[in-house]
Protein backbone atom coordinates (compact mmCIF):
# COMPACT_ATOMS: atom_id res chain seq x y z
CA UNK A 1 0.00 0.00 0.00
CA UNK A 2 1.09 3.30 -1.03
CA UNK A 3 1.99 6.08 1.69
CA UNK A 4 -0.18 8.60 0.92
CA UNK A 5 -2.74 6.01 0.75
CA UNK A 6 -2.22 4.95 4.76
CA UNK A 7 -1.87 8.13 5.69
CA UNK A 8 -5.76 8.99 4.00
CA UNK A 9 -6.45 5.85 6.23
CA UNK A 10 -4.58 7.08 9.23
CA UNK A 11 -6.40 10.35 9.01
CA UNK A 12 -9.85 8.94 8.52
CA UNK A 13 -9.69 6.53 11.91
CA UNK A 14 -8.53 9.80 13.39
CA UNK A 15 -11.56 11.13 12.60
CA UNK A 16 -13.54 8.62 13.71
CA UNK A 17 -11.95 8.77 17.15
CA UNK A 18 -12.51 12.39 17.29
CA UNK A 19 -16.39 12.19 17.01
CA UNK A 20 -16.11 9.56 20.26
CA UNK A 21 -13.82 12.31 21.85
CA UNK A 22 -10.94 11.86 21.28
CA UNK A 23 -8.28 14.42 20.54
CA UNK A 24 -4.60 13.92 18.73
CA UNK A 25 -2.42 15.26 20.71
CA UNK A 26 0.78 14.00 18.29
CA UNK A 27 1.02 12.76 15.14
CA UNK A 28 3.79 11.89 12.88
CA UNK A 29 3.84 9.83 9.50
CA UNK A 30 1.94 6.67 10.11
CA UNK A 31 0.99 7.43 13.76
CA UNK A 32 -0.86 9.18 15.87
CA UNK A 33 -1.25 9.55 20.13
CA UNK A 34 -4.95 10.01 21.15
CA UNK A 35 -5.92 11.45 24.34
CA UNK A 36 -9.58 11.56 26.04
CA UNK A 37 -9.98 12.72 29.46
CA UNK A 38 -12.64 11.40 31.62
CA UNK A 39 -14.16 14.13 34.28
CA UNK A 40 -14.96 12.79 37.62
CA UNK A 41 -18.12 13.65 38.87
CA UNK A 42 -17.97 13.87 42.79
CA UNK A 43 -21.50 15.25 43.00
CA UNK A 44 -23.27 12.11 44.26
CA UNK A 45 -20.50 11.93 46.57
CA UNK A 46 -21.12 15.63 47.77
CA UNK A 47 -24.72 14.72 48.11
CA UNK A 48 -24.04 11.88 49.83
CA UNK A 49 -21.69 13.43 52.05
CA UNK A 50 -24.67 16.18 52.94
CA UNK A 51 -27.15 13.49 53.48
CA UNK A 52 -24.87 12.23 55.91
CA UNK A 53 -24.20 15.53 57.66
CA UNK A 54 -27.79 16.14 57.82
CA UNK A 55 -28.44 12.41 59.28
CA UNK A 56 -25.70 13.24 61.74
CA UNK A 57 -27.57 16.28 62.51
CA UNK A 58 -30.79 14.75 63.27
CA UNK A 59 -29.24 11.93 65.79
CA UNK A 60 -26.88 14.60 67.41
CA UNK A 61 -30.16 16.98 68.03
CA UNK A 62 -31.87 14.01 69.00
CA UNK A 63 -29.33 13.40 71.50
CA UNK A 64 -29.84 17.03 72.98
CA UNK A 65 -32.99 16.27 73.61
CA UNK A 66 -32.63 13.52 75.46
CA UNK A 67 -29.60 15.07 77.65
CA UNK A 68 -31.45 17.65 78.54
CA UNK A 69 -34.53 15.76 79.43
CA UNK A 70 -32.09 13.54 81.64
CA UNK A 71 -31.08 17.12 83.45
CA UNK A 72 -34.55 17.78 83.73
CA UNK A 73 -35.88 14.68 85.06
CA UNK A 74 -32.44 14.77 87.58
CA UNK A 75 -32.88 18.07 88.85
CA UNK A 76 -37.50 17.67 89.38
CA UNK A 77 -36.37 13.84 91.38
CA UNK A 78 -34.00 16.59 93.70
CA UNK A 79 -36.69 18.34 94.57
CA UNK A 80 -39.13 15.74 95.36
CA UNK A 81 -36.85 14.55 97.80
CA UNK A 82 -36.79 16.73 99.73
CA UNK A 83 -39.93 15.57 101.62
CA UNK A 84 -39.76 12.31 102.80
CA UNK A 85 -42.63 10.81 100.71
CA UNK A 86 -41.35 12.58 98.09
CA UNK A 87 -38.06 10.58 97.96
CA UNK A 88 -40.47 7.36 97.73
CA UNK A 89 -40.59 8.94 94.10
CA UNK A 90 -37.88 10.98 93.42
CA UNK A 91 -34.69 8.86 93.79
CA UNK A 92 -36.15 6.53 90.85
CA UNK A 93 -36.83 9.82 88.96
CA UNK A 94 -32.93 10.63 89.67
CA UNK A 95 -32.25 6.89 88.46
CA UNK A 96 -34.19 7.21 85.12
CA UNK A 97 -32.96 10.92 84.71
CA UNK A 98 -29.46 9.82 84.70
CA UNK A 99 -30.39 6.58 82.54
CA UNK A 100 -31.92 8.96 79.90
CA UNK A 101 -29.47 11.60 80.10
CA UNK A 102 -26.36 8.85 79.65
CA UNK A 103 -28.30 7.46 76.25
CA UNK A 104 -28.65 11.02 75.09
CA UNK A 105 -25.19 11.91 75.35
CA UNK A 106 -24.36 8.59 73.68
CA UNK A 107 -27.03 9.81 70.95
CA UNK A 108 -25.49 12.74 70.29
CA UNK A 109 -21.88 11.65 70.12
CA UNK A 110 -22.90 8.46 67.59
CA UNK A 111 -24.54 11.74 65.47
CA UNK A 112 -21.46 13.85 65.73
CA UNK A 113 -19.74 10.63 64.40
CA UNK A 114 -22.07 9.98 61.78
CA UNK A 115 -22.04 13.58 60.64
CA UNK A 116 -18.53 13.58 60.40
CA UNK A 117 -18.39 10.47 58.34
CA UNK A 118 -20.72 12.19 55.98
CA UNK A 119 -18.65 15.35 55.83
CA UNK A 120 -15.79 13.12 54.88
CA UNK A 121 -17.85 11.49 52.05
CA UNK A 122 -18.26 14.59 50.60
CA UNK A 123 -15.18 16.04 50.95
CA UNK A 124 -13.87 13.03 49.07
CA UNK A 125 -16.46 13.54 46.41
CA UNK A 126 -14.90 17.29 46.14
CA UNK A 127 -11.53 15.73 45.86
CA UNK A 128 -12.08 13.84 43.15
CA UNK A 129 -9.56 14.25 39.63
CA UNK A 130 -10.35 14.12 36.36
CA UNK A 131 -8.58 11.34 34.46
CA UNK A 132 -6.40 11.09 30.82
CA UNK A 133 -7.01 7.69 28.97
CA UNK A 134 -3.91 7.66 26.27
CA UNK A 135 -4.22 5.48 23.08
CA UNK A 136 -0.93 4.97 20.71
CA UNK A 137 -2.04 4.26 17.00
CA UNK A 138 0.13 3.08 13.88
CA UNK A 139 -0.60 1.48 10.55
CA UNK A 140 1.72 -0.63 9.08
CA UNK A 141 2.91 -1.65 5.20
CA UNK A 142 -0.05 -3.28 4.44
CA UNK A 143 -2.57 -1.08 5.59
CA UNK A 144 -3.55 -2.25 9.20
CA UNK A 145 -4.25 0.12 11.79
CA UNK A 146 -2.83 -0.84 15.64
CA UNK A 147 -4.04 0.31 18.56
CA UNK A 148 -2.31 0.28 22.27
CA UNK A 149 -4.16 1.38 25.40
CA UNK A 150 -7.79 1.28 26.18
Keep these: ?80 TLTIIGAIVGIPMIMAGVAVFTGGTAAATAGGAVGAAGMAVGVGGAASRDSTLRMHAWIDETGRIFTKGP
Design 1 to 80: MDPERREAELTRFVGGMTARGWTAVHRMPGAVLLAQVQQADGREAIGMGATGVAAGAAVGGAGLVGVLTGMGMIVFGVLL
